[in-house]
C-alpha cells in the first residue's frame, strides 16, 4: 500500500518512520510520503489561507493551492488513490473502516488547519476520486496531521506482515451539538464552483440561519445519532422543518 500525506507540517509525520510502523516501511509493506504543501504555493509568503466568506473566525485554506497539490500528488502513481480528509466534522472512523482501507492500494490523507480547507477542493477531488471526511472523534484537533496518524496507523497494522502476530488484528474492537457545514474563501468561483450567495449577502442572519441549516443537514446525513442526543429546545419549528 502507498500512502501520502499532505501538510504544512512535515515534521508531525515524522513518527510515522517509528517503531512498528517504520519496520514495516523498512520491509516494504507500505510506503509513505509526506508532502509540504506550501510547495505549491506561488507567492513569497507561499500563502495557504485566507479569510472565509461570511466572515467569522480564522482562515481558511485557499483551494488553488490544494487542488495543484492533490492533481500532482494523485498523478505519482497510476493507481486512483483514495483521498481522506480529517475533520471533526466527517464520518466517524472506526475498526471497520479501518478494515475497509487496507484493502486499498493508495490512500492519500488531506491535512487541514485553520478553519478548514475550502469545500470546492473536497468537491472538486470527488469528480476524479473516492474521497471520505472521516472524524476520529467528536473533538477538535489543531489539525489533521495527528488524526491522519491514528488512522494510517489502525489502517497499517493490518496489513500483511505488519504486525508480528497476525492474529492480533484478527482478534481486535461532539457547541450546538452539530456538524459544521461547508466553508470557503477567495476566489468566489474556482474550477466553475461558486461560493453559495448568501456568504456573499452580508445579511449576518441569513448567513448564520444558512450555517445552522447546512450544518443541520450535514449532521443528518452523517450523523443522525448525534440529533437524537439533542434537548428538544435545541431544534426550533424551523429546523424540524428541514
Ligand atoms: N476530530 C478530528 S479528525 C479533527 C481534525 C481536525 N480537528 O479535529
Not at 472523534?137 to 496507523?153: K, S
Request: with cysteine; proline share 7%; net charge negative.
Amino acid at each position: 500500500m502507498r500512502i501520502d500525506v499532505l501538510t504544512i507540517f512535515p515534521d508531525y509525520l515524522a513518527p510515522v518512520r517509528e517503531a512498528l510502523l517504520g519496520k514495516a516501511i523498512e520491509r516494504g509493506r507500505i510506503s509513505v510520503g509526506v508532502h509540504d504543501l506550501r510547495d505549491w504555493t506561488h507567492d513569497v509568503h507561499r500563502s495557504v489561507d485566507d479569510s472565509p466568506y461570511g466572515g467569522g473566525p480564522g482562515m481558511v485554506m485557499k483551494p488553488d493551492v490544494w487542488g495543484e497539490a492533490l492533481d500532482s500528488v494523485a498523478a505519482e502513481a497510476a493507481e486512483t488513490p483514495r483521498l481522506v480528509v480529517p475533520t471533526p466534522a466527517g464520518v466517524p472512523f472506526d475498526q471497520r473502516t479501518a478494515r475497509r482501507w487496507a484493502r486499498e492500494e493508495r490512500l492519500i490523507f488531506a491535512c487541514g488547519r485553520y478553519e478548514g480547507i475550502d469545500q470546492r477542493v473536497i468537491d472538486d477531488a470527488a469528480r476524479r476520486m473516492p474521497v471520505e471526511e472521516v472524524s476520529i472523534g467528536d473533538y477538535v484537533l489543531v489539525g489533521g496531521e495527528v488524526a491522519a496518524l491514528t488512522m494510517i496507523e489502525a489502517v497499517a497494522r493490518l496489513l500483511p506482515g505488519v504486525l508480528g502476530n497476525p492474529a492480533s488484528a484478527e482478534q481486535d474492537s461532539f457547541s450546538d451539538g452539530l456538524l459544521e457545514g461547508p466553508s470557503y474563501t477567495r476566489p468566489e468561483t474556482w474550477r466553475g464552483l461558486s461560493v453559495p450567495d448568501v456568504l456573499r449577502s452580508g445579511d449576518h442572519a441569513a448567513v448564520r440561519r444558512w450555517r445552522r441549516e447546512q450544518g443541520l443537514e450535514r449532521t443528518l446525513r452523517r450523523r443522525p445519532e448525534l440529533l437524537d442526543t439533542l434537548p428538544p429546545e435545541e431544534l426550533d419549528e424551523h429546523d424540524r422543518a428541514l
